[in-house]
């Protein structure tokens, strides 16, 4: 392709197996809400690192579209599919809206959203409520690791590439 636009992945390196596909396609460019300073330069690109997700980024980008133009034609209207992916990335980037980069716009999207037809409960349960047989796998050697420190206020665990492979 002439350009590659990635979402909540501002480096290249962050695509796992498709970095070196990718590093061959004519541009790259980022929507993300990450500024990570680790590793190579990011893409360049949309980096709104007080939005609390990608997700808000594009939400206001398919916003503007069906907006139309000057015509007053719409490119396009949210559906519900889109809406139901979008509301399923704000709502774990923020945690289940826990986390304090949860800011009043993330709620009033979130609205706007559930009114497209995203399923609010349906994504809280399969987004934070479901396991699936590998990752309970997973949590359960991760839990094992379990070492507390000093007296009991500091707990680590670890997560292997060999408890990945495994599981």
Do not use: K, Q
């Not at 015509?71 to 986390?99: I, V």
Request: aromatic share 6%; charged share 15%.
């Amino acid at each position: 392709p002439d350009l590659v636009v990635t979402v909540d992945c501002h480096h290249l390196e962050r695509t796992g197996d498709y970095a070196a596909v990718l590093a061959d396609v004519g541009a790259a460019w980022s929507v993300d809400h990450h500024l990570d300073g680790n590793g190579p330069a990011p893409l360049p690109g949309w980096i709104e690192p007080v939005a609390s997700s990608a997700s808000l980024l594009v939400l206001r980008v398919i916003e503007s579209l069906a907006a139309g133009g000057g015509d007053g034609a719409p490119a396009f209207a949210l559906n519900a599919s889109m809406a139901t992916n979008l509301y399923a990335g704000l709502y774990t980037d923020t945690g289940g809206f826990r986390f304090p980069n949860t800011l009043p716009l993330s709620f009033e999207a979130a609205g706007r959203l559930v009114a497209a037809g995203a399923d609010a409960a349906e994504i809280a349960e399969r987004t934070l409520h479901e396991r699936t047989p590998a990752s309970l796998a997973l949590l359960a050697r991760v839990l094992d690791t379990f070492e507390y420190h000093h007296g009991g206020r500091l707990l680590s665990l670890r997560v292997t590439r060999a408890m990945l492979a495994a599981t």
